[in-house]
């Protein structure tokens, strides 16, 4: 359960956007097709790029999330990319809502709360003190 501490949170995280940014990359076309209004409205390019973005968002939160200790200054900032990016997403919908289908819209939509539920649970294990390192 990703809200049990900072480390599973970061970890659901990053199988998570990996596995949005493998999606990306590997049907970049289909997906460009069920997000646009209408057939290219939406250039798969734009899917691939936003896939490499996600596979390179993921590979930092696994990063983080192994540490021992977490070092709390980048989990703040991973979490705070995940907010910027839930209050970025509604606006670009906005703007691009002539060429976003209604499904596009919706998923779109889902992806900014399930975000918001990550950025939730980082910042529950944030809160949550961390164990001191060992000392050798």
């Known amino acids: 359960m990703p809200w049990k501490s900072l480390k599973h949170a970061l970890l659901f995280n990053a199988v998570g956007t990996a596995l949005l940014g493998a999606l990306l990359i ?14 290219g409205a939406i250039p798969p390019l734009v899917c691939t790029v936003a896939g ?4 390179l968002f993921a590979a930092d939160l696994a990063f983080v999330g192994t540490r021992k200790p977490i070092p709390q200054g980048l989990a703040k900032l991973l979490t705070l990319a995940d907010a910027a990016f839930v209050v970025a997403l509604p606006v670009a919908m906005i703007v691009a809502a002539p060429l976003l289908s209604s499904l596009g819209q919706f998923l779109l939509a889902d992806l900014a709360l ?16 961390q164990p001191a390192p060992a000392s050798s």
Do not use: E, K, N, Y
Not at 26 to 34: K, N, S
Not at 52 to 55: A, G, Q, W
Not at 115 to 126: H, N, P, S
């Open 26 to 39: 590997v049907d970049g076309g289909i997906i460009a097709g069920l997000l646009g209004a209408h057939a």
């Open 52 to 55: 490499v973005v996600c596979l």
């Open 114 to 129: 399930l975000t918001a539920f990550l950025i939730w649970c980082q910042w529950r294990g944030l809160r949550q003190p």
